[in-house]
């Protein structure tokens, strides 16, 4: 798709202001049970619960915003192994078709599809992925840490969002990203970095290859996406549904996520000159959709980027190749 096509695709409209606004808030009931209960770990715990209503966890995120999360207290963050060996990325060329057929009705056309396109193999050593994002809380360390000047443009008025303080930070760009995994070596002495397009694949889709990082069909309550309605971030972990079978939380949906590499074809595979080349000519690799795009980009294969404007506020997590402490 080019720029002079953007204007006409639903996948570059912002939310019509006539659009349903749903309510996200517990019952009365649901309210009290959870204040009468409210000790942290076991307000962590609901965040992360598939049975309970999403409501309630993400009330119970909110009040852990508030009063501090114990899911992000280390001075490391917490990860999952990811077992290395050979594995598959991206898509064969014959099934870009059925990819754009599925989601033609939100504006996707085949050459964002075809970046996905050879499947190949790629060798990985065994590496350990951030169960969760980071977050606003854990960005704001680092920018009282080392003096930053960039705040999120998420941030209102620069102003640390100390209320989503366990929502993932966006808003980011690649540079500051890079600048936080450096800070964070250094704070813990661990080696700490963003993963390559490749593993953030391998984290999300696991051995059996799925589609989506919770299996082989979209699943609007396994997400954060335009779909859910709530068009802004949730506490990490609040969509235990959509984990990854390594056990990784927010792969698809709440923020995309910037990788440590830029746009470049796979081995053999076309160069997609895009409204992302266009405009930015080199960009950084985003992987795994957002609250502010629709499900499409939740595919475990997609590859996108941080176009320019308000709906590509993205994120990111570290990685390691060595075991954390």
């Known amino acids: 798709m080019k720029l002079s096509e953007v204007a006409e695709s639903p996948h570059f409209k912002e939310q019509d202001a006539l659009a349903a606004l749903p309510r996200f808030h517990p019952s009365p009931e649901q309210a009290e049970a959870l204040l009468a209960t409210a000790c942290p770990r076991r307000l962590a715990a609901q965040v992360e619960d598939p049975a309970l209503p999403l409501p309630v966890r993400l009330a119970a995120g909110a009040i852990l915003a508030a009063t501090g999360d114990p899911r992000l207290t280390g001075p490391s963050p917490a990860t999952r192994l990811v077992p290395g060996g050979e594995t598959s990325v991206g898509l064969s060329p014959d099934e870009v078709d059925g990819v754009v057929e599925r989601w033609r009705h939100v504006g996707v056309v085949g050459s964002w599809i075809e970046k996905e396109t050879p499947r190949h193999t790629v060798v990985l050593r065994d590496f350990w992925m951030a169960t969760y994002p980071v977050t606003n809380g854990e960005y704001r360390?680092?920018?009282?840490?080392?003096?930053?000047?960039?705040?999120?443009?998420?941030?209102?008025?620069?102003?640390?969002?100390?209320?989503?303080?366990?929502?993932?930070?966006?808003?980011?760009?690649?540079?500051?990203?890079?600048?936080?995994?450096?800070?964070?070596?250094?704070?813990?002495?661990?080696?700490?970095?963003?993963?390559?397009?490749?593993?953030?694949?391998?984290?999300?889709?696991?051995?059996?290859?799925?589609?989506?990082?919770?299996?082989?069909?979209?699943?609007?309550?396994?997400?954060?996406?335009?779909?859910?309605?709530?068009?802004?971030?949730?506490?990490?972990?609040?969509?235990?549904?959509?984990?990854?079978?390594?056990?990784?939380?927010?792969?698809?949906?709440?923020?995309?996520?910037?990788?440590?590499?830029?746009?470049a074809p796979y081995p053999s595979g076309p160069f997609i000159e895009d409204h992302l080349v266009e405009t930015m000519d080199r960009y950084r690799v985003a992987r795994g959709g957002s609250f502010s795009r629709y499900g499409d980009l939740t595919r475990t294969r997609r590859r996108h980027g941080a176009f320019p404007g308000p709906l590509y506020p993205v994120g990111f997590r570290v990685a390691t190749g060595e075991r954390p402490s």
């Open 141 to 263: 360390h680092f920018l009282a840490d080392t003096g930053h000047p960039a705040r999120p443009t998420t941030w209102y008025l620069g102003a640390y969002p100390w209320e989503r303080s366990n929502h993932p930070v966006a808003g980011v760009r690649p540079e500051d990203a890079d600048l936080y995994a450096r800070w964070l070596s250094e704070r813990t002495g661990h080696p700490w970095r963003l993963p390559t397009e490749a593993e953030w694949e391998r984290a999300a889709k696991g051995e059996d290859g799925r589609e989506y990082p919770w299996g082989q069909l979209f699943d609007g309550d396994a997400c954060n996406t335009r779909e859910t309605g709530l068009h802004t971030t949730s506490p990490v972990g609040a969509f235990p549904a959509g984990v990854s079978p390594y056990g990784v939380h927010d792969m698809g949906g709440n923020v995309e996520e910037f990788v440590a590499d830029d746009y």
